[in-house]
């Protein structure tokens, strides 16, 4: 089962910074916190991932509370082709255990 | 190259019939997985391979044969497949034998229609 709550929808107008968030209050010690993105009808895409200190990289930004039972996605400046489902993956990484999505946020962007 | 790429893009088959999805990744990496997505659902993971063994098998019906003949081809066997079978089916390949960080990289997916 998923380890990540997330709201099912989310609006957000054009050029305006996105902020998606996710709670995870079981994550163990070893998790990273891993975002990926579906735009219709693609594979996911991966945006960013995190351990403890918050992280920015030329998609998106994110923040983990102090004590890593929340953590939010930034997209700083949302365009209409970030419309898509964004998923919240608790995961230890690297080749083991595969991904568990949940159910996503499906963020649309508003013109 | 970071790229995995997915073939058919489409695939229509019959209940008896015998068909294979094919992937392919030459990205160097070591682990390659392979997930069905139902329409409006999230991705769900089937088989994940590591340094070309099956590692994990998520309790996928026998119809669903992985295989996994060298470190950049990963295929997926059908075989008598049922219309609920019909799905996106998604490749991925990651690094692999260490935790921490590594993304995965997804294909496009074949759309799967069982007739």
């Known amino acids: 089962d998923a380890k990540t709550t997330q709201p099912p929808s989310m609006d957000c107008a054009e050029g305006r910074a996105a902020n998606l968030p996710c709670n995870h209050s079981?994550?163990?010690?070893?998790?990273?916190v891993y975002w990926y993105r579906q735009i219709h009808s693609q594979g996911p895409q991966y945006i960013i991932h995190g351990l403890k200190n918050n992280e920015t990289n030329e998609m998106a930004s994110l923040i983990i509370t102090e004590d890593r039972k929340s953590s939010t996605l930034i997209l700083p400046h949302a365009t209409l082709r970030d419309t898509a489902v964004y998923y919240c993956?608790?995961?230890?990484?690297?080749?083991?255990?595969?991904?568990?999505f949940g159910k996503g946020t499906h963020l649309i962007i508003q013109p | 190259d970071t790229e995995v790429t997915q073939t058919p893009k489409h695939l229509v088959m019959g209940m008896t019939n015998k068909k294979s999805l094919k992937c392919e990744q030459h990205?160097?990496?070591?682990?390659m997985y392979w997930y069905k997505q139902k329409a409006k659902k999230p991705p769900e993971l089937m088989f994940v391979?590591?340094?070309?063994?099956?590692?994990i098998n998520e309790s996928v019906p026998s119809r669903f044969s992985p295989e996994c003949p060298n470190s950049s081809l990963l295929n997926l066997h059908l075989h008598a497949l049922q219309p609920e079978d019909s799905a996106l089916y998604l490749c991925a390949s990651s690094q692999a034998g260490w935790t921490g960080g590594p993304e995965a990289f997804f294909g496009q997916g074949t759309r799967l229609t069982v007739v």
């Open positions: 391979y590591s340094y070309e063994k099956l590692s």
């Open positions: 079981t994550i163990s010690g070893n998790e990273y």
């Open positions: 990205m160097g990496h070591r682990a």
């Open positions: 993956i608790v995961s230890l990484g690297g080749g083991a255990d595969g991904l568990t």
